[in-house]
């Protein structure tokens, strides 16, 4: 069997010792770093994002898919640093102040990474001041907001009215999340997007930031 | 009066198809041994870390008035009024399951073991909700035994964050409860830590305050609508 497919669906079935082997194989034959993300790791992650849609397998198989993809990016990295290699686009995400649930911000995050996104975790109680510097410092193209009190809701409208008076909104797009949040909420406040789960911010950010941009 | 409740571990841990629910997997998947694997291995860790305690102190009507009322944030119309109004006892609780399970989950993300991770997080989620049903349930034995409640009455708990009941008034639950007793701290936005508890109140009183329609105009963003499951127990007891 074709290596990158080998490799593709044993991140499919969760594999993880095997997909850092494979990896490791594709690195040695000489396959190029970016041929391998792409060929082996986003491709799996990617038919795993779709059975998922399909309710074909759930949350635990998707995590074991995510486990593996890490397994492969950890050797992939190094790699893709030293040849420059961008990725897909840089999402800094948190959730935001006051508010301390930081699951589904994780869930977003690993998703994000699995499709091949650079992501800035600024992780849990992130102040308004800390989205926009951080956004500004990393370039990022998306930030993504968790909120999931309803009392800290009115922080992302505080980040989306920060990123307007820096400037930054004709190139920052911005996603929120959570449970108590909705499509009609996002709009309200301003932001681009709400989604509902992990799978779901990776549609909404691959639709923001095609790969060919 | 305020007391302290050790509640039992093995009284909290979930049970199996309670976490597979809680991760969105349906019945007829739940025999899938992978999932049920990674379900196991959540509630061994949960057995070693979870450390469930709760307390709780009776009111009365009018200390309680000030307390639902908050910071003035409730609906207009909430059914939590309405049934405390006519309840017989109240009495304010906290539990959590504590600090140590809530690192347990952080560690295992960091380490990259997701599945495990979520799993062990909707594992606590039920597990705490288990130890609230616990401490419900000893206050209503409590009642009986002390001659306050009789068999026919009902007790059910409630808590801020929830049917129209706004989560500001966490803060004076908390100013009159002292949960810090058993660890429990609020933050500025009225969160919890540990993030697994959960505090509100336990009302008592005769079956029929405790039945109402989820008609209220809150009822069409929430997503659970567990009051209905919950005075179904009522009407069944």
């Known amino acids: 069997m074709d290596l990158l497919r080998e490799l593709s669906e044993h991140l499919q079935n969760g594999d993880a010792k095997n997909v850092a082997e494979l990896t490791q194989r594709a690195i040695s034959e000489g396959l190029p770093a970016k041929t391998v993300l792409d060929g082996g790791l986003i491709a799996g992650m990617s038919v795993v994002g779709d059975k998922f849609r399909l309710h074909e397998i759930f949350l635990p198989d998707v995590l074991l898919a995510a486990k593996a993809m890490y397994a492969g990016m950890d050797l992939l990295k190094p790699l893709m640093i030293k040849d420059n290699i961008k990725t897909a686009g840089k999402v800094v995400i948190g959730t935001v102040q006051g508010d301390l649930h930081d699951i589904g911000k994780n869930l977003v995050a690993i998703m994000l990474r699995g499709a091949g996104f650079e992501v800035i975790d600024l992780g849990n109680d992130v102040s308004p001041q800390k989205f926009i510097a951080a956004a500004e410092r990393e370039k990022a193209d998306v930030i993504g907001m968790s909120a999931l009190l309803t009392t800290t809701m009115p922080v992302m409208k505080k980040v989306v009215d920060l990123v307007k008076e820096a400037q930054l909104r004709e190139r920052v797009r911005i996603i929120v999340g959570g449970a108590p949040l909705s499509d009609e909420y996002a709009r309200e406040i301003g932001a681009d997007a709400y989604c509902f789960d992990g799978i779901n911010a990776v549609d909404c950010v691959q639709k923001f930031l095609p790969r060919n941009r | ?237």
Not at chain 2, 167 to 186: C, E, M, R, W
């Open chain 2, 1 to 237: 009066m305020k007391r302290t409740l050790h509640v039992s571990l093995e009284q909290t841990v979930p049970s199996m198809q309670a976490i597979l629910k809680g991760q969105g997997i349906p019945s007829w998947k739940q025999h899938d041994g992978r999932a049920k694997r990674i379900a196991e291995d959540a509630i061994s860790i949960y057995r070693e870390n979870a450390r469930p305690v709760g307390i709780i102190l009776e009111i009365t009507k009018q200390e309680f008035q000030k307390i639902f009322e908050g910071e003035g944030r409730n609906e207009d119309d909430s059914p939590v009024k309405l049934i405390y109004e006519g309840s017989d006892d109240l009495a304010l609780f906290a539990v959590t399951i504590g600090e140590r399970i809530c690192s347990e989950i952080a560690r295992l993300f960091q380490a990259n073991d997701f599945a495990v991770g979520s799993m062990l997080d909707t594992a606590a989620s039920e597990g705490t909700e288990l130890a609230a049903q616990v401490v419900e349930n000893r206050h209503k034995e409590y009642l009986i035994e002390s001659d306050k409640s009789n068999s026919r009455n009902a007790v059910l708990r409630f808590s801020p964050g929830y049917c129209g009941w706004h989560i500001s008034a966490q803060k004076k639950l908390f100013s009159a409860l002292h949960p810090l007793d058993i660890g429990i701290t609020l933050n500025d936005s009225y969160l919890m830590q540990p993030l697994k508890s959960i505090s509100g109140v336990i009302i008592s009183g005769k079956k029929e305050i405790f039945y109402f329609d989820d008609t209220f105009s809150f009822c069409r963003d929430c997503d659970e609508h567990t009051c209905r499951e919950r005075i179904q127990t009522i009407i069944d007891q």
